[in-house]
């Protein structure tokens, strides 16, 4: 047998014996009014964040945040990506109008053929190629006295500012090829043999090459769903 006192018993001692338990009494009304002025704070809590919610729906805001997550680190829209450029008759791509890194067709583009070797005949050989090609063969003859036996690799192709994509160009057809710039003023381009040239590649090898050359790079993008 022991005496408890259960909370709400307002301090009373009761016997308990057998299986009867006093009966609790009800929580003080001050509690009561507590507690129901919480769940209405709550409620009304609740009730305005989801008003919120759908004004900025109906309000277009949750497109404005969509467009800022999708910016760049700079916070500028990424920019639409640049179409490539289209493929010529020849599988080279078709020049842009003024734009010298474009790669012309090889009709448009003439070709001086220089030999910097001490093989005889080789530079007309080499031109009698390029022009099966559909260049235009320009000058034939011995490289001058500053590329005259001076070209260790298998060319060097010379091209102006304005010629630079003729350059390109010029510059797929042999493996190994240096590409360098000098202040001429018009669009053609030299190609001065050297010790290690052999043949020109294949059209198809020097088709592949060209692409690989002209290949654009990656263009960065936003990650997430954008």
Do not use: W
């Not at 102006?160 to 493996?175: E, F």
């Amino acid at each position: 047998m022991s005496m408890l006192t259960p909370q709400g018993l307002k301090g009373k001692q009761y016997r308990v014996t057998g299986n009867s338990y006093p009966r609790l009494g009800r929580p003080p009304k001050k509690s009561r009014k507590v507690i129901a002025a919480l769940v209405g704070l709550l409620t009304l809590a609740l009730i305005a964040l989801g008003g919120v919610q759908l004004y900025d729906i109906f309000t277009g805001r949750d497109k404005g945040s969509s467009a800022q997550a999708c910016a760049t680190p700079s916070g500028k829209p990424l920019a639409a990506p640049t179409p490539g450029a289209t493929p010529g008759a020849s599988g080279a791509p078709a020049a842009a109008q003024g734009d010298p890194h474009a790669v012309p067709q090889p009709a448009t583009v003439t070709v001086n053929i220089y030999n910097a070797t001490t093989k005889a005949g080789l530079a007309g050989r080499t031109a009698e190629e390029f022009k099966k090609r559909g260049f235009t063969i320009g000058k034939v003859g011995n490289a001058p006295a500053e590329l005259d036996k001076k070209v260790p690799g298998t060319a060097q192709v010379i091209a102006g500012p304005t010629g630079a994509g003729a350059g390109t160009l010029v510059g797929s057809q042999i493996a190994g090829a240096t590409v360098t710039a000098d202040a001429r003023t018009d669009a053609s381009v030299d190609f001065v043999i050297g010790d290690s040239y052999n043949a020109l590649l294949d059209e198809t090898q020097a088709a592949a090459a060209l692409a690989l050359a002209t290949k654009p790079s990656p263009t960065p993008t936003a990650t997430g769903s954008c």
